[in-house]
């Protein structure tokens, strides 16, 4: 088996413990940013919902803005949201490369998708539920946790798969400027090197990795559906 | 119980102004099961919505019990909701919920414990009849079975009032029947005020004690139901009211010249109405053998409305004249409305 693994990819095998720690890598960046993602994402999202026209909270200045900035951050690309962000990064985390420099980007870069995902699934709430729960009395934060987003998980956690997968791909753009992970990992020691080996067994493992969030994703959706 | 004061509510969309509730005072006693009738657009639905203040009037006083609503804070407001229970036309339960957890929804930090507000609502799916799909959840209902659900979840905090929206709007004539009548049944064993808002006219028939109808935002009729459909006097009123009868049908057929309208010689086609609580008697056999005419039912609908047969029939009739205006003469004195559709 080693004899064959060494046949077909040199370049990895001899690179094992690398391509594992780019692994561990990309994992760390994709989920110590998620957890401020999900957070943030959540809290705009439901900010978007409750303040629109005819939202529970309907209030347009706090609506217009946030909406206009989302846009805004979603219209700028990745790249260029990177090398703006430095300065940033290095105020917040104190440094602007490697791991911990490749997290306020990814959340700066992230949050406004998944803002419009919540957007979105919160949307799906039949707003006769809204009424029917104001009607027997529930507060307004009660609504939003007891019934817009407790009534919203299935299509929530199809919006987490997707913004996670995108998060995972857009770590491996930060790798590309310094940040580490499986993106570094292919390009300098792969592409650069012309080792394309190395940059297939990336693709692996970044396909096993998407897969089995898609699987758990669907997972979630389909037991959260009645 | 519940007092609506010169309810107004105007919507407005840039310039234009529209008002849905244009002036409504309304008083419903306690105990009672009032209907508010009127066809789509009526404005019946904002003016429910007004009652528990889902929609805040744009002037006039919502007084329920002793206190008015209007003048209330938001948290204050949000108390007083918990006593007034509603039930819509499609239900709204929460999909991710079970049926128990949908009914001890209201109950959470009401300071029951867990193993309360279970056996609390037990007791009320017990009492709509659905204790067995307590943890069913709502997919797996049928429409009555979801109506039930509902009518527990909005009953679980000992509400005094029921407002119901189009609660039978979407559902078979069967399930809107048995829905019904549990609602009679609440309302005569818990002693709850019920407000119907409907347009179907055989929800208001079977089950309420008074009545209003409603037109572009007002209420054009007001009176106990029997009143209402014996002496319907606004034209929107009567529309209702034919809906419910078949007797009006003979106009259509004398249109189409139907075979069963060629009157012979000494022939005529009467409408009898019974107009007071005089529906008993035997007046078929009473004219026939009295008056030596022949009549010959071609439509009868009659129905029992608060407990007194109300309808009319609609009638061939083969007489002399002379004996024919005679019967006619004994039903108006008899208060039994007659009038000639078609005679030969």
């Not at chain 2, 529209?18 to 639905?45: H, Q, R």
């Amino acid at each position: 088996m080693p004899e064959f693994l060494n046949s077909i990819m040199p370049n990895v095998m001899k690179k094992l413990p690398d391509l594992w720690e780019s692994t561990v890598e990309t994992l760390e960046m994709t989920f110590i940013s998620w957890a401020f993602i999900f957070v943030f994402g959540i809290i705009f999202g439901v900010l978007l919902t409750v303040t629109k026209k005819g939202g529970l909270l309907q209030n347009t200045a706090v609506y217009q803005i946030l909406d206009k900035v989302i846009n805004l951050f979603r219209a700028v690309p990745f790249i260029i949201l990177l090398i703006c962000l430095i300065p940033v990064s290095r105020a917040i985390v104190g440094t602007s490369i490697g791991v911990a420099g490749a997290i306020v980007p990814l959340i700066f870069g992230t949050v406004p998708f998944f803002s419009r995902q919540v957007e979105s699934a919160l949307a799906e709430v039949d707003p006769g539920l809204v009424e029917a729960a104001e009607a027997m009395g529930c507060s307004r934060i009660g609504i939003i946790f007891r019934v817009y987003l407790k009534e919203s998980i299935p299509a929530l956690a199809r919006g987490v798969t997707i913004t996670l997968i995108n998060l995972i791909g857009l770590t491996a753009m930060a790798g590309a400027v310094g940040a580490g992970g499986l993106g570094n990992f292919a390009y300098v020691q792969g592409s650069q090197r012309n080792m394309n080996d190395i940059i297939y067994s990336t693709v692996v493992v970044l396909v096993v990795i998407v897969t089995l969030i898609q699987i758990i994703g669907n997972l979630v959706s389909k037991k959260s559906t009645h | 119980m519940i007092r609506l004061e010169n309810i107004v509510k105007t919507y407005s969309d840039g310039d234009k102004s529209f008002n849905a509730v244009d002036g409504v005072t309304l008083d419903i006693a306690d105990g009672e099961i009032y209907g508010i009738i009127g066809f789509s657009g009526a404005g019946k639905s904002t003016l429910v919505r007004c009652i528990n203040l889902l929609e805040m009037p744009t002037s006039g006083k919502v007084f329920v019990g002793d206190k008015e609503l209007t003048a209330l804070s938001a948290s204050e407001l949000r108390s007083e909701r918990k006593k007034i229970g509603m039930i819509f036309q499609h239900f709204n339960l929460m999909a991710s919920r079970t049926v128990i957890k949908n009914v001890i929804f209201p109950l959470q930090y009401s300071g029951l414990t867990k193993a309360q507000m279970y056996e609390k609502a037990h007791s009320l799916l017990k009492l709509v009849g659905i204790d067995d799909k307590a943890d069913a959840y709502p997919s797996a209902l049928s429409g009555g079975q979801k109506q039930r659900a509902a009518i527990a979840r909005a009953l679980v905090s000992d509400p005094q009032i029921l407002l119901c929206d189009e609660a039978t709007s979407a559902l078979d004539p069967q399930t809107t029947d048995s829905i019904l009548k549990l609602l009679k049944k609440l309302n005569k064993e818990l002693g709850i005020t019920i407000v119907l808002i409907t347009h179907q006219m055989n929800a208001v028939k079977e089950i309420c004690t008074r009545a209003a109808v409603m037109e572009n935002g007002r209420v054009v009729e007001e009176n106990d139901v029997f009143n209402l459909f014996a002496n319907p006097q606004q034209p929107v009123t009567r529309a209702f009211v034919d809906m419910t009868s078949n007797l009006s049908r003979i106009n259509a057929l004398i249109e189409e010249r139907s075979p069963l309208t060629e009157l012979k010689k000494w022939q005529c086609i009467m409408r009898f109405k019974y107009l007071e609580r005089s529906a008993c008697e035997a007046l078929v056999s009473y004219l026939s053998r009295t008056y030596n005419i022949n009549l010959n039912i071609i439509f009868g609908n009659i129905e029992i409305i608060g407990g007194n047969p109300i309808g009319g029939l609609v009638v061939i009739a083969d007489g002399r004249p002379e004996d024919i205006t005679a019967a006619q003469e004994y039903l108006r004195s008899i208060n039994v409305g007659v009038e000639v559709i078609l005679s030969a």
